[in-house]
């Protein structure tokens, strides 16, 4: 940790240059990171809630029926699948009670089967809507608003969705809950990264994906005794409500009042945090940004131009669908590694946990690139390796399956820690002028890939099993070799103003002579006019 200087600066100080004097990471921000691991994990719990409370169970056929003549049980997407399909209703049953799910709930089989895919695409297509306009918000309001106003939401459908009397309106309640989604795990993350020095900003963003781990593990202990799918919503809901309590305490982003011109307010709370940290401010002045940091739809252009930050914008919307379809397909597939729905949705989500910490060493140790790329293209090779080990020989569970459950575990544990990696790139990647609006055009494409995951992970498996795995693996493969392209940003400078993105440089970006940057200053210039 940083000690505090002892001469007092004559000169203004940047963001980065006054954290040593307040503390880096200090009490405050201890503080203020516990608040958001404990905000984050109902928000985790709901987002895979899916897997137990759409799962569709095993059916069999009625005593006695005359139409149907199979005997023992069947999964829903077994070869028998059509063959259900073209009986009378009445011919089979589930072997779950009809509180146990949607599916059984409001009795979802072929035709309207559809319908529980469409309540988790609805969750991510939404979450793509909230991330844009939640991010414009964040980046014209404030972050403590909007996160106020996303959590609230978040735990108030999510709890009023267990009383749902049909399909559709759970369908929206879902998707309200995806669209405020990002305002409270993506914002924390932003928050947080704008409180500590940079040294300390792996460790501040991936310890609150540490603690989504935990809920989403902490979501399979429960389900192990929650068989119901209206008490378990509750349950993972109802406890939570407590922290809208933290906000009397949340403080506005210092750098988001910087880059607005609130610079008295800034240093307010920068004097509160140091007197939190057992340190003294001395009087000092922070230096003026004379960029125009205005919101509206040119916001979203300053992500595209000139060409060299539309490249790196590109890419990591691409990785970030890829990140996101993969995790959220080898989530919704896990029960499809060895047929064993707890077991193995307890097992990957375990390793997310060992992930998340392996990803806040790394990302110091050697550095944000290499903890995202290596780690997404050995989670793409695993996939691919998954789709073509059988899960059954027969009727009989293969030999292989605990191959099979082994490389699914592995893609899981990659994808994880480079999803936690990429978190931290990709803020350090945006100056704090258009962070949020960067962070919510990212969750375009994540949920574009997060949409896509329980078609990809349950629907394909109708046309053959080896299509899931090995379609999110060979993107996952094709995503390594994109960031090859994208510059380090381990070690340097907070970025806070546009120009400051376009100078940033990296081990694949080549140097600028003195006459195209000028060029590019003054594009830059015109841009923000």
């Known amino acids: 940790m940083a000690t505090t200087p002892v001469d007092t600066p004559t000169q203004p100080l940047t963001m980065d240059e006054i954290l040593p004097y307040i503390g880096e990471f200090g009490k405050f921000q201890i503080l203020l990171e516990v608040a958001f691991c404990v905000m984050v994990i109902p928000s985790s719990m ?15 056929c009625l005593l006695n029926s ?3 003549r199979l005997n023992g049980t069947f999964d829903s997407y077994s070869r028998f699948y059509q063959y259900r399909c073209n009986m009378p209703r009445s011919e089979w049953e589930f072997t779950k009670q009809k509180e146990y799910s949607i599916v059984t709930q409001f009795d979802l089989y072929c035709d309207t089967e559809m319908y529980s895919y469409l309540a988790t695409s609805s969750v991510f297509i939404s979450w793509a809507f909230g991330g844009v306009i939640l991010g414009w918000v964040s980046d014209r309001y404030g972050r403590r608003i909007n996160m106020l106003i ?8 999510g709890f009023i969705s267990s009383f749902s009397p049909n ?10 809950f995806g669209f405020f989604t990002p305002g409270t795990y993506v914002q924390s993350i932003v928050l947080i990264s704008e409180f500590v020095g940079p040294k300390w900003r792996p460790f501040a963003g991936i310890a609150i994906s540490l603690l989504y781990a935990v809920g989403v593990v902490i979501l399979g202990v429960i389900a192990i005794f929650v068989q119901t799918w209206k008490t378990l919503m509750i349950v993972i809901t109802a406890p ?64 595209f131009k000139p060409a060299k930050i539309a490249t790196r914008s590109l890419i990591q919307g691409y990785t970030w669908m890829v990140c996101s379809l993969v995790f959220f397909g080898v989530s919704f597939g896990a029960g499809d ?42 989670a793409g090779i695993s996939c691919i390796a998954v789709s073509l080990i059988p899960k059954k020989s027969g009727s009989k569970p293969s030999e292989l399956v605990g191959l099979r459950v082994s490389f699914g575990v592995l893609g899981r544990f990659c994808i994880t820690l480079s999803y ?36 990809v992970a349950k629907w394909l498996v109708a046309f053959h ?15 390594a070799i994109l960031l090859l392209r994208l510059p380090e940003t381990a070690n340097k400078e907070t970025l806070e103003t546009l120009a400051d993105q376009f100078e940033m440089k990296g081990s694949h970006v080549k140097e600028v002579d003195l006459k195209e940057e000028k060029e590019n200053v003054t594009e830059i210039k015109d841009l923000t006019a």
């Open 46 to 60: 709901l987002i895979l809630v899916p897997y137990f409370a759409q799962d569709s169970p095993p059916w069999t």
């Open 66 to 68: 005359t139409v149907c």
């Open 150 to 157: 996303s959590t609230t939401f978040i735990l108030l459908f």
């Open 167 to 176: 399909i559709w309106f759970y369908i929206f309640a879902r998707a309200v």
């Open 240 to 303: 939570y409500f407590f922290i809208l309590l933290f906000f009397l305490a949340i403080p506005e982003s210092a750098r988001w009042l910087h880059v607005n011109g609130r610079n008295d307010e800034a240093l307010a709370i920068f004097r509160k945090i140091a007197k939190c940290n057992g340190k003294e401010l001395p009087e000092v002045q922070l230096k003026k940004i004379e960029e125009d940091c205005s919101t509206g739809i040119k916001h979203y252009l300053y992500l």
């Open 337 to 378: 590694l060895s047929g064993h729905i707890l077991r193995d949705y307890i097992i990957t989500s375990l390793f997310d946990i060992p992930a998340a910490v392996l990803a806040i060493y790394l990302c110091n140790k050697i550095g944000r690139k290499k903890t995202t790329i290596i780690p997404i293209f050995i």
């Open 420 to 455: 936690d990696a990429i978190y931290i790139w990709s803020t350090e990647m945006y100056p704090t002028c258009v962070r949020s609006a960067a962070m919510g055009y990212l969750q375009i494409f994540a949920h574009i890939g997060s949409s896509l995951a329980p078609w």
């Open 465 to 479: 099993v080896v299509l899931p795995f090995s379609i999110m693996g060979g993107l996952a493969v094709i995503s």
